[in-house]
C-alpha cells in the first residue's frame, strides 16, 4: 500500500527560509562547551541535550506536518520513513536512511552520513562518554511523542567516536492512534 | 621543501609548530622561527614600503638565513603564520596560496567548540590537513 | 557551495538555548543565566569573526572593524546590513538593525511560561514578562558581537537596546586599552 505521498524534502528545503549552516553549528557547539562547563558531568550534559531536543521536537513537529504535507502517518514504518527522508532534510539540509527494520515493525535504526552539527568538533579525550548529538535523539524522540508515538531513541553508532555514520535506533514502546489530534474529518 | 611551519598566537606564544625534516635540527627551526617574530612585529609596525602591501595578510619574504627562507602572514586576529622553506627558488604565488590554505585550516581547527584560545592547536585533523598541505607545497602552480 | 539549515533550526535552538538557563538552571537568578548565554554568544562571535576576516587586508582602526561588523559580519548572519551607525568619537558606537531578525521572528514561548509560572511570584505583567524574555534572548548577539570585537583586538562591552521595537541598538563602548 502506498503511503500518502509527502513533498520531497528537496523541494520544501529549497522553499524554506535558509541560514549559513556555520552559525548553527558554532551556536551549537558553543551550547555544548558552556554545558560541560557548568554541569560538569558528562551524562547529566547527555541528559540536558536530550531535554533540549524534546522540548525542540515537540514545537517543531507543527512545522514539520504543515510544511511537508503529511497530515498524518499510518503507522510507524511510514512515520520514521518521513521524518528521515522529509524531516532531516527540510531542517538539516541532509538525508538520512531508514535500516534495520525488527521483525514486528517497532524498530529500526536512523542512518546519517552527513550531519552539520559535527562540522570541526574533535571530542577531548575527556568527554568519551559524551554523545555529542544528543540533541538530535530528543527531537526524534519529542517529535514522535506529539504524533502519539511514545519511543525510545539511542545512539548506535556515531562519527565522532569513530564510527563511519551516525545511526540512531528508533524503538517504538507505546502507540495510542487513539489521542491523535488531527482527525480526519478536520 | 617546506621543513617547518608555526602558528604563533598575539603574545608570540606558540599555538603549534611542525617541522618536516628528517635531520635533528628541530631546535634550530624553532630558533628560526622564533627570531622571525620580531621580523613580523617590526614589518608590522613599521611599514616601510606602504601602498599595497600594507596591512596584507601576506607579509612576503621576513628574511633569508643560511639555506633557508622564511615566510610569514598576519591574519586579523593578530596569528602569526611562519613557514621556512629550503628551496631557494620560491614563486610568490606557491607561498600565497600555501598561506591562503593553511589559513582555511586553520579556520577550521578553532572552529571546534572545544578549542580554547590562546591555547595550544591539538586537532589531529588539523596536523594531517597541513601535513598535506605541505606536501603539496609548489605543485599546485605547475600543473 | 556553502552549507546552509533551515532557519527554524537556528530559531529553535536559541529559544530553547535561552529557555534552558532562564527555566531550568538559574530559574531565580537571571543575571547568571544572561552570563551564561553572553558567555555562549561570545564563542561564537569569536569563532565567526576568524572565520569571516580571512582573506581581507587587517583593519587599520576601531573604526573599520566596526564598520566591518556593520557591514560583512551582520550580511553573513542576517542576510541585511546595519541601518544605522553612530558614535560619539569616544570609544562609543552605536549599532542599529531597524529590524533585527533574532526579536521579529522570535514567537513568546509557550513553554517557558509553563514552567517559569511556578517560580515567579513576583507577578510581573505579561508585558514586563515579554520584555525581560526579549532581552535574554539579546545577551546572545551581544555576546557574538564582543566575542567577534574582541578577537580583532578589540575589548568592549555590548549591551542592547530595544526601546524602539522592532529596531534594536547595540551599544559598544571600548575598553581603554
Known sequence: ?186 | MIVCVAVVGHQNNPLFIQSFTEADDALKLHHIVHCSLDVVDERVNNPKKSGPMLNETFLGLLYPIENYKVYGYLTNTKVKFILVTTDLDVKDADVRNFFRRFHAAYVDAVSNPFHVPGKKITSRTFAERVSTIVKSFGFSSAG | MVREVSESCVDSLLTEMVSCYCNRFYVNKPELAARRIEAIGYQVGHQLSERYTMERPRFTDHLEAIKFICKDFWSELFKKQIDNLKTNHRGTFVLQDNKFRWLARMSVDPSTDKVSSVEDNTSPTAENKAAQSMSMHLYFPCGIIRGALSNLGIPCAVSADISNLPACSFVVRIKAG
Open chain 1, 1 to 186: 500500500m502506498p503511503p500518502v505521498a509527502p513533498r520531497s524534502g528537496d523541494a520544501i528545503f529549497a522553499n524554506v527560509e535558509r541560514v549559513n549552516a556555520e552559525l548553527f553549528t558554532l551556536t551549537y557547539g558553543a551550547i555544548v562547551r558552556q554545558l560541560l562547563t557548568d554541569l560538569e558531568e558528562v551524562e547529566e550534559v547527555n541528559k540536558q541535550l536530550d531535554q533540549m531536543g524534546y522540548n525542540i521536537g515537540i514545537r517543531l513537529i507543527d512545522e514539520f506536518l504543515a510544511k511537508s504535507n503529511v497530515s498524518r502517518c499510518n503507522d510507524f514504518r511510514e512515520t520514521t520513513d518521513v521524518i528521515a527522508k522529509v524531516g532531516f532534510k527540510m531542517f538539516l539540509g541532509v538525508t538520512a536512511s531508514v535500516t534495520n527494520w525488527d521483525a514486528d515493525g517497532t524498530c529500526c535504526s536512523i542512518v546519517l552520513e552527513d550531519n552539520p552539527l559535527v562540522d570541526f568538533v574533535e571530542l577531548p579525550d575527556n568527554c568519551q562518554g559524551l554523545y555529542y548529538c544528543n540533541i538530535l535523539s530528543g527531537v526524534i524522540r519529542g517529535a514522535l511523542d506529539m504524533v502519539s508515538m511514545k519511543t525510545e531513541v539511542t545512539w548506535l553508532r556515531d562519527v565522532l567516536r569513530g564510527d563511519d555514520v551516525f545511526e540512531l535506533q528508533v524503538k517504538l514502546l507505546k502507540h495510542v492512534p487513539e489521542e491523535y489530534p488531527y482527525k480526519d474529518d478536520e
